[in-house]
């Protein structure tokens, strides 16, 4: 039988059938609501903090325009030249944590932890920001400051950015991790060099809520 897929994942959001689906269909499914719902909500958190933290915001598009310009799309092999940018998304992923719990996970067998003893079938949740937000670790984790990431010099410290895993580690990390990154990267910068976004709290009331305006910035 020929199954469209329009039409089965039409049927998945509405019915949630997913038994129904071949395997295929199915882990297709899964994949593209693993890839999307999670690089729209990096997206937004950064255009939050963006908003929050207006000097961030400019130091960030000071550099996008000095290594790609104002016009030019970016592409993947900028980020090599960008590390303030690196380091902001990268403050972004450990300051939000968005998947705080990561995806559930089950012991194959009898695992001993920390003297704790995980029986065989256990449901284990990862809680990802127990590391993130780990005063020990990072000092201030309630404060958003992308220089934790960048010596005196402003290159990254590879060390510190190793330390934020927001795609986990191990066997089952995310599978999208190369193709997040890069999405990640040329949807934010894209957006960065395009628009400024600031929020009507500081402005007017009768503004609208969000606000976009060209960065006024030359290389
Ligand atoms: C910012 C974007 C993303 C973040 C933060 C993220 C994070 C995660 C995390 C934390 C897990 C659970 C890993 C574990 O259980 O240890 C996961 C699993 C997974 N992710 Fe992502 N993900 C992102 C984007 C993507 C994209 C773009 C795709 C595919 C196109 C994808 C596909 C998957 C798949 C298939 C799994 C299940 C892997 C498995 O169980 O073996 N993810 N992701």
Same mark, same amino acid.
């Given at each position: 039988?020929?199954?469209?897929?329009?039409?089965?994942?039409?049927?998945?959001?509405?019915?949630?059938?997913?038994?129904?689906?071949?395997?295929?269909?199915?882990?297709?499914?899964? %994949?593209?609501?693993?890839?999307?719902?999670?690089?729209? %909500?990096?997206?937004?958190?950064?255009?939050?903090?963006?908003?929050?933290?207006?000097?961030?915001?400019?130091?960030?598009?000071?550099?996008?325009?000095?290594?790609?310009?104002?016009?030019?799309?970016?592409?993947?092999?900028?980020?090599?030249?960008?590390?303030?940018?690196?380091?902001?998304?990268?403050?972004?992923?450990?300051?939000?944590?968005?998947?705080?719990?990561?995806?559930?996970?089950?012991?194959?067998?009898?695992?001993?932890?920390?003297?704790? %003893?995980?029986?065989?079938? %256990?449901?284990? !949740?990862?809680?990802?920001?127990?590391?993130?937000?780990?005063?020990?670790? !990072?000092?201030?984790?309630?404060?958003?400051?992308?220089?934790?990431?960048?010596?005196?010099?402003? #290159?990254?410290?590879?060390? !510190?950015?190793?330390?934020?895993?927001?795609?986990?580690?191990?066997?089952?990390?995310?599978?999208?991790?190369?193709?997040?990154?890069?999405?990640?990267?040329?949807?934010?910068?894209?957006?960065?060099?395009?628009?400024?976004?600031?929020?009507?709290?500081?402005?007017?009331?009768?503004?609208?809520?969000?606000?976009?305006? #060209?960065?006024?910035?030359?290389?």
């Amino acid at each position: 039988m020929r199954i469209s897929v329009s039409k089965r994942f039409g049927e998945m959001l509405q019915g949630m059938r997913e038994p129904l689906l071949t395997n295929n269909l199915s882990e297709t499914y899964r %994949t593209f609501v693993a890839g999307f719902e999670t690089t729209t %909500t990096f997206l937004r958190w950064a255009l939050v903090y963006m908003i929050l933290k207006p000097q961030v915001q400019e130091k960030l598009q000071r550099e996008i325009v000095s290594v790609i310009g104002p016009s030019r799309p970016p592409v993947v092999a900028d980020l090599s030249n960008m590390p303030y940018t690196e380091a902001v998304m990268t403050e972004v992923f450990r300051i939000t944590s968005f998947l705080p719990f990561g995806a559930p996970q089950c012991a194959t067998e009898d695992v001993q932890f920390d003297g704790y %003893t995980i029986p065989k079938g %256990t449901e284990v !949740w990862p809680l990802m920001c127990f590391h993130s937000m780990n005063a020990q670790v !990072w000092g201030d984790p309630e404060v958003f400051r992308p220089e934790r990431f960048l010596d005196k010099n402003g #290159r990254l410290i590879k060390s !510190w950015v190793e330390k934020v895993q927001p795609f986990s580690v191990g066997q089952r990390a995310c599978l999208g991790k190369p193709l997040a990154r890069m999405e990640v990267f040329i949807f934010f910068t894209t957006i960065m060099q395009h628009f400024t976004v600031s929020s009507s709290t500081t402005q007017a009331r009768n503004q609208p809520l969000l606000s976009y305006s #060209r960065p006024n910035l030359s290389r």
